[in-house]
């Protein structure tokens, strides 16, 4: 589980192909490597939740199945990638966002940015099964990142972002075009799954 606070970012350096499969080496700050174990500690890319295979005090290493790469950015990341990071939430940690499963649910794209005084306004287009699921004022995980959205329309919404977010993250090197990871509310897939069946 994680919150979408990010307060880590990292850099893809090596990407390597296999069966059904990718292995990425990402390079990332010491705070974050710190207490990772093998086999054991979760990680969230770009929003996506991962186990540590390996791990040292300059980089750790992933293994992304093909669900994976077929759901999210990352069936396309290459290495200079730069990517947000966030350790699992602990018992003992503070839900600072919103509950995030680090289960990405599809993408989107990044249509325009603009400076809105010292915020930011951005709009993201969803693929069309997931709009259907947002909801005005709600929480979003954009590339792990938790956002509240509005201008919730048929096709894209809109969130403003404080600079602090934007300097923190990868999204400060987006440009309009981009594909972004997108985990909506696991309220709203309760909420359409009750609806469904009653």
Do not use: W
Not at 148 to 154: A, D, G, I, L, Y
């Amino acid at each position: 589980m994680f919150t979408g606070i990010i307060r880590y970012t990292g850099e893809i350096a090596l990407v390597k192909s296999i069966s059904r499969g990718k292995r990425f080496t990402i390079t990332a700050d010491g705070g974050f490597l710190a207490g990772l174990e093998k086999g054991i500690s979760s990680v969230a890319i770009d929003g996506a939740c991962h186990t540590i295979e390996q791990s040292d005090s300059n980089s750790f290493t992933v293994f992304s199945s093909f669900e994976t790469l077929g759901k999210t950015t990352l069936g396309s990341a290459r290495p200079g990638t730069r990517v947000n990071l966030e350790n699992s939430l602990t018992i003992q940690g503070i839900l600072d966002g919103h509950i995030i499963q680090g289960h990405i649910d599809g993408t989107g794209r990044l249509l325009s940015r603009e400076k809105k005084g010292e915020a930011y306004l951005f709009t993201f287009s969803a693929e069309n099964p997931l709009i259907r699921f947002l909801v005005e004022k709600d929480s979003i995980a954009v590339d792990g990142i938790s956002l509240t959205m509005f201008n919730v329309n048929e096709t894209s919404f809109q969130v403003s972002i404080i600079p602090e977010t934007v300097n923190r993250t990868a999204l400060s090197g987006k440009k309009p075009g981009e594909k972004v990871n997108i985990e909506i509310n696991i309220f709203a897939k309760y909420a359409k799954r009750f609806l469904n069946i009653y």
